[in-house]
C-alpha cells in the first residue's frame, strides 16, 4: 500500500486549500480512509474519515464546518478541502488507510502513513 500526499503550501488566513492523499495498492473491498495533522512536540490528532463502501464520513469537532473529506471518482485519491483556515491549522498534514472500514480517527489504529504535506497559515 502507498499512499503520497500533496497540496500543501503557504495560505492566508481565511484562505483554502485542498490537500489530496493518492492510494494505490490497497486490496480490501471496504476500508476508510483518514487525514491527520501534526504540529511538533504534539500528537498526531485525527481530523476527518471516510469509508470505500459508502462514502459516509467523521469529522474531530475541531474542523467540522471548515473542512471536507471526499473520494474521487475512482475511489484512488482522497481529498481535503480545507475552509477557512487558521494560523492553528499550520501543520502536517498526513492521510492513512484502515482495512476496518470503521470510520476511526485515533492515529493508534493507523499503521501505514504517507510523507505528509505542510500546510501553513501565515499572513
Known amino acids: 500500500v502507498q499512499l503520497v500526499e500533496s497540496g500543501g503550501g503557504l495560505v492566508q488566513p481565511g484562505g483554502s486549500l485542498r490537500l489530496s492523499c493518492d492510494v494505490s495498492?490497497?486490496?480490501?473491498?471496504?476500508?476508510?480512509i483518514a487525514w491527520f495533522r501534526q504540529v511538533p512536540e504534539k500528537e498526531r490528532e485525527g481530523i476527518a474519515v471516510i469509508s470505500s463502501s459508502d462514502s459516509t464520513t467523521e469529522y474531530a469537532d475541531s474542523v467540522k464546518g471548515r473542512f471536507t473529506i471526499s473520494f474521487d471518482d475512482t475511489k484512488t485519491t482522497v481529498y481535503l478541502q480545507l475552509n477557512s483556515l487558521k494560523p492553528e491549522y499550520t501543520a502536517v498534514y498526513y492521510c492513512?488507510?484502515?482495512?476496518?472500514?470503521?470510520?476511526?480517527?485515533?492515529?493508534?489504529?493507523?499503521?501505514?502513513w504517507g510523507q505528509g504535506t505542510q500546510v501553513t497559515v501565515s499572513p
Open positions: 492513512s488507510a484502515d482495512s476496518a472500514d470503521l470510520l476511526r480517527l485515533d492515529p493508534t489504529d493507523y499503521g501505514l
Open positions: 495498492g490497497f486490496s480490501f473491498d471496504d476500508y476508510a
